[in-house]
C-alpha cells in the first residue's frame, strides 16, 4: 500500500510545513516588508479563508479531466503562491499569495485525501487515509523549528524558498510515479454542497470545526499557558511532545482503524482530548504536562482520519467534498479557536485558564462524536437512512487513468 500512496503523503508533508512555517519568522517578515507582526499574522487568516473556500468548491470541478492532472494543478498553484511569498516585494502581494497558496492547498488536501482512499481495497482505507494526516502533521512539527533554522541562515525568503522546493519535489513524485490513479467524480447534480443534507456529515463536519478550535486553537497559546502556571523553560520541550504525540498517533491509527472501525474509536478520541485538557488545567507537574500535551497532539491528529472513515466510509464516490468541507471546518475552527483565546485574554482570562474553556468546548464535541458514531454504519457496505446516492462500485473497480505519459 505504501508504494501507491506515498507521493500523496509527500505532497501532505508540504501543505504541512507550510501552514505553520511562517510563526518561525514572522518577525523577520515584518521588518523586511516594512510592516507590523500583526499583518504578517493576517497571511494566515488569508491562507485559511482561501483553503476553507476552495476546497470544498472547486475540488470536484477540477477532477473532472484527470485525478492527477487535478493533483499537479492544486500543487501547482499552491507552488505558485509560494513562490510569489518568497518573492514579495510588498505586503499587498504578500497576502494576495497567501491566498493562492490557501486555494491550492484546500483543493489538494481533499484530491489527495480522497485519492489515497480510492487507490485501495476497503479493508485498508483507514491505512492509506491516516497516512495522508501523517504527512500533514509531519510536516506541521517540523515547519516551525525548520523554518527558524533556515530562517537564520538564509532569512525569511529562504525558508520560503524551502518551502517551494519540497512542493516542486512533491509534483515530480506525482508526475513520475507509476500505476495508475483512479479517476475520482466529478461534479455533478446539485453539487458538493448536496452533502451537507446528510445528518452525519453535518454533525462530522460541526464536530471538525469543535476539535478545530479546542485543539489546534489552543496550542496557539501553549507557551503562555506553560509560564503561568509556573512551568517556565518547559515550553519548548512542551512544543515538541505536542508535535511529536501528532505524528506517532496519525502514523499509529491506520491499522487500527482499519480493525475496530471508525464507529467504536470515533467517542474515545475526543474522550482522551478532554483529559489531555483537564491534566494541563488542573496539575501543575511538568512530566504530567509533558504527558497530556503529547496525548493532546495524538488525539487532536487522530481525529482527523476517524473523523474522515466515519463520514465517508459508505460512500467513497463522495469522499472529496466530504473531506473538504471537514478539512476547512477543521482549519477555520482554528482561526476561530486562535481568536477566541486572544479574546479571553484581553477580557482578563488568565493563559493558565485556556484550557479550562477549551475543555468545555470539547465536552460538546464528545457528545456530536456520539452522535455521529450512532450514525456510521458497521461496515463499508452497509447501507445507511441519511445516505444521498446510491452505492457505486468500489475503488477497485472504478475506471482508472493512466499516471505516466
Known sequence: MIGKVWPLVIAAVSLGVDAYVLAGVLPDMADSLATTAGAIGLGVTAFTAAYAAAGPFLSRVLVGRSTRTALLVALGTFNLGNLA???????????????????????????????????????????????????????????????????????????????????????????????????????????????????????????????????????????????????????????????IGGVIGSGLIGKPLDTLGPRRLMPVVPAFLLASFLIVWLVDDPAAWLIATAVWGASGWISVPVLQQALTRDRIEQAMPIVAFQMAAMYLGSAAGSALGSALLAGGVSADALPGWAALAVAGGVVLAVLVARLTPRSASAATPDALTPRTPSAQHTPTESCCP
Not at 88 to 96: C, E, I, K, R, Y
Not at 131 to 143: R, Y
Open 85 to 243: 511569498t518568497a518573492l514579495a516585494p510588498s505586503l499587498g502581494v504578500f497576502l494576495t499569495s497567501r491566498v493562492v497558496a490557501g486555494a491550492g492547498a484546500g483543493v489538494l488536501t481533499a484530491v489527495a485525501t480522497a485519492t489515497a482512499g480510492a487507490l485501495v481495497a476497503d479493508h485498508e482505507r483507514g491505512r492509506a487515509m491516516a497516512m495522508v494526516t501523517f504527512g500533514l502533521s509531519t510536516g506541521t512539527v517540523a515547519g516551525v523549528p525548520l523554518g527558524m533554522l533556515i530562517g537564520e541562515q538564509a532569512g525569511w525568503r529562504g525558508t520560503m524558498g524551502f518551502v517551494v522546493l519540497i512542493g516542486v519535489l512533491s509534483m515530480l513524485a506525482l508526475a513520475l510515479r507509476s500505476g495508475t490513479l483512479p479517476q475520482l467524480p466529478a461534479s455533478r447534480g446539485s453539487g458538493s454542497g448536496a452533502v451537507l443534507r446528510s445528518p452525519r456529515v453535518a454533525l462530522g463536519i460541526a464536530l471538525s470545526f469543535v476539535l478545530g478550535v479546542a485543539s489546534l486553537g489552543l496550542y496557539t497559546y501553549l507557551l503562555p499557558m506553560a509560564d503561568e502556571s509556573g512551568l517556565n523553560g518547559w515550553g519548548f520541550a512542551l512544543v515538541w511532545a505536542w508535535g
